[in-house]
């Protein structure tokens, strides 16, 4: 499994994981690991240690993420990018969107 | 489809009767339908009358022998599939395999064994029945495509009708832009203005297919209807901006570039939203200039929340912007190696000439691919800054005009601090000044002079800026810059727009006063007013002295008055 997600112990945040290519191929996935999940965190953290590339489709995922966690209300950290993601993250202003760390 | 658990009707050739009536007891035994037949001939006849589904068929027979009756209705039966069976004592395995090379999908050997028929007869019947599910869904799958290939030949037909080239074929653009780009998402629009310049945008919708290349109908349609009514690049943005939020799912969304080329003052605006750096190109010094993205793609965020931050470059002839998708960027050659800016730099820093660059950028990506054939999905445009006469063959063309409309009219309009900061009155003016028949083809020239004046009065009267200041590329960008600051800061501002229209036998008068809350500018005292007038506001004022039939100042120098005369 590429992504996966891991709620700290109180339920408050999800952390989620991307390993490799962060493209189409793995938007199922990528829903369904924010959507089935039973609590209701207030804050998002993705982990993109492992992810290897992002592609636009990837950025509508976040957003797709970001309207689920709540739009403008939203709390969305993304930690540990390679400079190629956050290449790909700053050319499209995405620091406007999300706490890019 | 074929129902493998119905009966199955079974052709045995055999010209030994003795055989043949084993065989016949023993398929009949399991339930099938039996034909017979004695020799090679007559199994090919019974074959096409009767069509049975799977035939036993004997080596060595009179006639015509097995080989060649199964080549014959392996060619009769066509796509189907109809498992053929040789009945054979031969031992040889040459023989064996010649059973099999003649079209045969199996052997049995005498003597016959009654439960290994069983079983051969089940296995081909499955298999029957697994090629018919196969061909049947091969048959879908070809008529869904064709529906879909159809489906996107009548979308590519409307979407060139709405987001069609515009000027793209003017003599300062190159372009690259695949036909079927449009499914990548990839979208290239270019008009020119009713004051003449020329708005370029290239967009790149996120995904693939027909729901990427839905979004580039309102934002085509939005931009041209937008641009020759006059809009401003922001008004543009703001509304394709808008649009795109509130028809596109949240994941689409579309990185974007526009630029707004002026022409006449030798400047452009760039607006850039997720799209890879632009080059702006020098084409004296060879230096280039490379522009970043400022905000965030087009459809995002509500206009609440959008930001419409440009940046302004002053051009001198010949120099030139180099706009591309990520297409370029992430071309991949043989290695799945990406391209990549740095070669893109590499080629700027090599040109020699600046005609050659585009083409040189093309072979350099093509080169870099090679073999993969993924050039199609490059979309790139250079635009050339030249004089603005040098286009005068792409100048918009208006729809004619109505044969009935008010000829004989004044209006007065006032704007107010909140207005001039935030909105741009001319396309409300030329709406009502268009509505006199037989102006429109003066469009470009009154929008032109109601431009000048306008800009004038906002930025020489009611925010009192120098145009001095922009003598140099510090000034310039200074005076920008402080443009925005009085702006904002405005208090008790205004500008006053008084039209009136008389019409003459073949033509009219129009006559536009506008006066503003500036201090003027005491035009009286020079020797030479029009020496004078000319140095202190620039290009703007001779352009519509040029235009117009007369012009003058009135009061403190606040206030300028023209005769637009026309004629039909």
New interface residues.
Partial sequence: MSIWSQPSMDGQELTINIKGRFD?SVHQEFRSCYENVDDDPREYVIDMKDTTYLD??A???L??L??HAGG?KSHIKIKNCSNDVKKIL?????E??FAIQ | MIDESGPVKVLIADDNDADRMILNAIVQKQGHLVVMARDGAEAVDKFESERPHIVLLDVLMPKMDGYEAARRIKEIAGEELVPIIFLTSIKDVHALAECLDAGGDDFMSKPYNRVILEAKLKAFNRMRGMHATLQHQRDQIAIHNEHLVHEQEVAKAVFDNVAHLGCLNAKNIKYLLSPLAVFNGDVLLATRKPSGGMYVLLG?F??HGLPAAIGAMPMAEIFYGMAIKGFSMRDILREINQKLKNILP????C?ACMVDMDFRKNMIKVWL?????CFLYRAESKEFISI??????LG??DND?F?DDMQIFEMTANDRLYIWS?GIHEACNVNQEMYGEERLVEVFRQAEKADDLFDSIKNSVTEFIGNTERSDDITMVEVKMVEEEYLKDTALIFPSSKSDGPTDWAVSYELRDDTLKTCNPLPLLLHIIMEVPGLHPFSGEVYTILAELYSNALEHGVINLKSEMKSTPLGFAKYYSERSRLLRELKNGFVRFHLSHKPSVDGGNLIIRVEDSGPGFGYDKFDNPEKSLNAYCGRGIALIQELCKSLQFVGAGNIVEVDFEWKQ
């Fill in positions: 189409f636009s489709s950025l509508g995922m957003l797709l970001r309207d403008d700053t050319i499209s202003n995405f406007q969107l | 790149d996120t995904g949240v994941s689409v969304f990185c939203g997720g799209l890879p750096d970043g993205s400022r905000n965030l793609p995002v965020l929340f930001k990520d």
